[in-house]
């Protein structure tokens, strides 16, 4: 969920539990002997936004040789992809997967977009290609630290609203608000404080309130 109408910072932390990833989008272009070379990377959140960002990619450059993925996402079990979309195994996806490993970034996605120039690079010179624009894209991106989050969604009836409004504000958690039939609160905390949060929301309003899991 977006991190908007925000009442705490849970963006840049120095806290043991806290893992290294890349604060927005970024890209980068070269070319190597003809054939263009598009990286673009991409914080995410899970799986399935992970594989939205690569088909995002693939629709907007369906028109090129390859579109290759590779991402990190912190899951349950941790999940690491990458495929070579068409280019000799092991000499596109695996590199930069390898990057992304080793810069210890998780919760990144990356697509490079290949157009072919017409001279074969031989697989010593994807896997530089390939890696080379993976490095490059991340280094357009500015690198951050961020605490593993909790979500989920609180929904109260209007008079117990304000209250609810006033505690997120007051803690390190990130919320919108839907006021509909009932105010809903969809909310993001780390994970080290989600039970106390929660706690203090169902005190203030003496259990009126409702809370999914997101």
């Known amino acids: 969920m977006p991190d908007t109408d925000a009442g705490g910072g849970a963006g840049d932390d120095t806290t043991a539990d806290a893992y290294a990833t890349i604060a927005g989008q970024a890209t980068s272009h070269f070319t190597v002997q003809g054939s263009e070379f598009i990286g673009h990377a991409a914080p995410v959140e899970t799986i399935e936004s992970a594989e939205s960002f690569v088909d995002l990619i693939r629709d907007e450059y369906a028109d090129a040789t390859?579109?290759?993925?590779?991402?990190?996402?912190?899951?349950?079990?941790?999940?690491?992809?990458?495929?070579?979309?068409?280019?000799?195994?092991?000499?596109?996806?695996?590199?930069?997967?390898?990057?992304?490993?080793?810069?210890?970034?998780?919760?990144?996605?990356?697509?490079?977009?290949?157009?072919?120039?017409?001279t074969e690079l031989g697989v010593g010179g994807l896997v530089r290609a390939y890696s080379k624009a993976t490095k490059d894209a991340l280094n357009a991106a500015e690198t951050i630290r961020r605490r593993p989050q909790m979500r989920f969604r609180a929904i109260v009836g209007y008079d117990d609203s304000g209250t609810v409004r006033g505690i997120l504000e007051s803690e390190d958690a990130t919320f919108e608000a839907d006021y509909g039939a009932r105010v809903s609160f969809d909310v993001s905390v780390p994970v080290a404080a989600a039970e106390g949060l929660l706690d203090r929301l169902r005190s203030a309003t003496s259990d009126r309130i409702d809370v999914d899991d997101r």
């Open 66 to 118: 390859h579109n290759v993925p590779a991402y990190r996402v912190r899951a349950d079990p941790f999940r690491e992809y990458a495929s070579d979309d068409g280019e000799p195994s092991g000499s596109a996806g695996k590199p930069m997967l390898s990057v992304l490993a080793g810069r210890d970034l998780e919760n990144v996605c990356v697509v490079v977009t290949r157009y072919f120039g017409g």
